[in-house]
């Protein structure tokens, strides 16, 4: 083969050579144009996945400042709690003791609020039995019944004289049957005894005089009697009335004395609490209210 030959096949192999990197190169370009393709895509969803995970970090950075607010006030409220803590503690004996004094107070109270309402309630049967008052009621009645028969007394010694003076006049005036048979003509209002009186004997007079007098002081004494019976009635009355209103206020008072009791009762029962807890009454009562 001359020079010139292998030369042209140098030539040849060299073209085909190039060609041959061409066309690598034109796949190589090919694939990387896809790759970048696939890259560009990935990267877009990459910003996209970058952008979301952005937002989610904004979300998340504010929850977390939430969080962070929220174990903040926790905090604060753990570290007031703990205070609070230690000055129940340190006050949990001054309360215990004070509560134990208020205890013993309020029994000694409730043992005499107790005393004090079993004799008003002795007092309230006392008056209830109206033995009192019947007794009073009793007596009133005895004296109207007395009053009653001094009034038909008097009335029967007023009658009883008045037959007395005619008889009189009738065993010793011989005019009695003149006088008598007169009556009937006699005008109205006029005592047919004071005529007959007028018409008898000196001594006859005395003696009727004298019955006159001792009528006139039975009167009086009689007067007198009815007065003090009247006075009497008056005081038992009053007294009758000042024992119902008496009872009345017994009964109020032991009204009171039953709410007092019930009152001391129920704080008994809250500081019998406070104690079995542990609590003031104000912490007793707010956890009461949260548990109903």
């Not at 409730?110 to 309230?124: F, G, H, I, V, Y």
Request: proline share 2%; aromatic share 4%; net charge negative.
């Amino acid at each position: 083969m001359s020079q010139g030959d292998f030369s042209t096949a140098l030539l040849v192999d060299h073209m085909n050579e190039i060609d041959k990197r061409r066309r690598m190169m034109t796949i190589t370009q090919k694939e990387v144009e896809t790759k970048l393709a696939l890259a560009t895509n990935d990267s877009r969803d990459l910003r996209k996945t970058a952008d979301a995970m952005t937002a989610e970090e904004e979300d998340l950075k504010r929850v977390l400042d939430a969080l962070t607010e929220e174990q903040r006030k926790v905090d604060l409220q753990l570290v007031e709690e703990r205070t609070r803590a230690r000055q129940c503690e340190a006050e949990e004996p001054l309360l215990h003791a004070h509560t134990t004094e208020q205890l013993g107070i309020l029994d000694h109270e409730l043992d005499d609020w107790r005393a004090k309402s079993e004799k008003l309630e002795e007092l309230w049967q006392a008056f209830s039995a109206d033995e009192v008052l019947s007794d009073l009621r009793e007596t009133i009645r005895q004296l109207e019944e007395d009053l009653q028969a001094k009034k038909q007394e008097k009335e029967k010694m007023e009658k009883e004289t008045s037959e007395f003076i005619v008889e009189i006049a009738r065993l010793r005036d011989p005019l009695y049957n003149r006088t008598c048979s007169e009556t009937n003509c006699l005008p109205l209002g006029c005592d047919p005894a004071k005529e007959i009186v007028e018409e008898m004997d000196i001594p006859t007079q005395h003696a009727i005089q004298e019955l006159e007098q001792l009528i006139q002081q039975e009167k009086l004494k009689f007067e007198q009697t009815e007065l003090q019976h009247h006075r009497q009635r008056a005081i038992l009355q009053t007294e009758t009335e000042d024992l119902e209103m008496r009872a009345g206020e017994l009964l109020s008072v032991l009204q009171d004395v039953n709410n007092s009791r019930e009152h001391l009762e129920n704080s008994l029962q809250w500081l019998y609490r406070c104690l079995e807890y542990k609590m003031c009454l104000n912490c007793m009562q707010s956890y009461e209210l949260k548990n109903s």
